[in-house]
């Protein structure tokens, strides 16, 4: 029951019954009866009745809400559906968990594009193309070298624009042969060209490119040479390059990892949605009512009822 007049009106209600047996005949509407409970009790208990249904149906009982529903809305917004099935700190929970999350990605993704601009400037004024050919040509002379640089005078702030890379592949491949023949020689990669990722990616992994580096002739006497390529001792600014790129790649990874918890508070959410709404509609409700109950003609009696909802 949701008035508290019903309580004082139930008492009035069931006295008043023993006088309703003998109640005369209600009057047409817009007339008096001169009957107290015709008049009075009995048009008032129907309205504050119906008020009270109306009241349990607009929000005391429990709602039957669809979990399809409340679970697509939590998949497309994480706790939309908990709003739905109005567990609001649940839904605050998984929202604040989304937000977190965006804002962690967008951070660490920036952070990873920023480190990646700057490892592939340095590389760009660092790492050459043509230096990398000359070494080969100078360490590995039986190697089909000729022709890879297109131009007598490459420029140095582009490099790449002077040089045949299908040339340069064919000659890394060859490289790379031989070692079935006279044993390892490091080669193990063709070059891509850039501005792919692979091309940058490269460059700092595997020593086999560590002879392009601006201070590969000078990091020690001689010079980087074939030795050094084998036991990887390559030159301080293929190492400095290297932590940058691995620095960009964690920053990547963390965003990569925020991704996936993004992916995984949508189901989670999805679910617990779904979960919650199908358990809500599995309650059982009691109601109480007070209904007129037409006993004869001229005889009406008020009887307190309850009913027992199990929604399944």
């Not at 009106?9 to 023993?18: D, P, Y």
């Not at 358990?279 to 001229?298: K, T, Y």
Request: proline letters at 6%.
């Amino acid at each position: 029951m949701k008035h508290p007049q019903l309580i004082a009106l139930t008492l009035l209600l069931l006295s008043g019954s023993a006088f309703a047996q003998h109640e005369p005949h209600r009057s047409p509407a817009g007339t008096s009866s001169a009957s107290l409970y015709a008049d009075f009790f009995l048009p008032a208990a129907q309205s504050i009745e119906q008020d009270s249904v109306a009241a349990d149906a607009s929000g005391g009982a429990p709602v039957h809400r669809s979990a399809l529903r409340a679970a697509l809305y939590s998949a497309a917004i994480p706790g939309a559906g908990q709003f739905y099935a109005k567990r609001y700190w649940e839904a605050g929970g998984f929202l604040t968990a989304e937000v977190a999350l965006w804002i962690t990605y967008a951070m660490y993704e920036g952070k990873g594009n920023d480190e990646t601009n700057l490892f592939q400037n340095y590389a760009d004024q660092r790492w050459s193309v043509v230096r990398y050919v000359d070494w080969i040509a100078a360490y590995f002379p039986g190697a089909p070298w000729q022709g890879i640089v297109t131009s007598g005078s490459p420029d140095p702030n582009a490099p790449w624009n002077s040089v045949d890379w299908s040339k340069l592949n064919a000659c890394e491949d060859y490289i790379a042969q031989q070692a079935t023949q006279t044993g390892a020689n490091g080669f193990t990669h063709i070059l891509p060209q850039r501005p792919e990722q692979q091309y940058y990616e490269l460059i700092g992994k595997y020593p086999q490119f560590g002879g392009g580096w601006d201070d590969a002739a000078t990091f020690k006497p001689g010079g980087y040479q074939p030795a050094d390529l084998l036991a990887s001792n390559v030159s301080p600014h293929f190492l400095y390059y290297r932590d940058m790129r691995g620095k960009a790649n964690s920053f990547y990874n963390i965003a990569s990892t925020t991704a996936a918890l993004l992916v995984l508070n949508h189901v989670a959410s999805a679910i617990e949605a779904a979960w919650s709404v199908a358990r809500a509609n599995r309650a059982v409700q009691l109601e109480g009512h007070i209904l007129p109950v037409q006993r004869g003609p001229q005889y009406t009696e008020f009887v307190p009822t309850a009913k027992l909802i199990v929604n399944f």
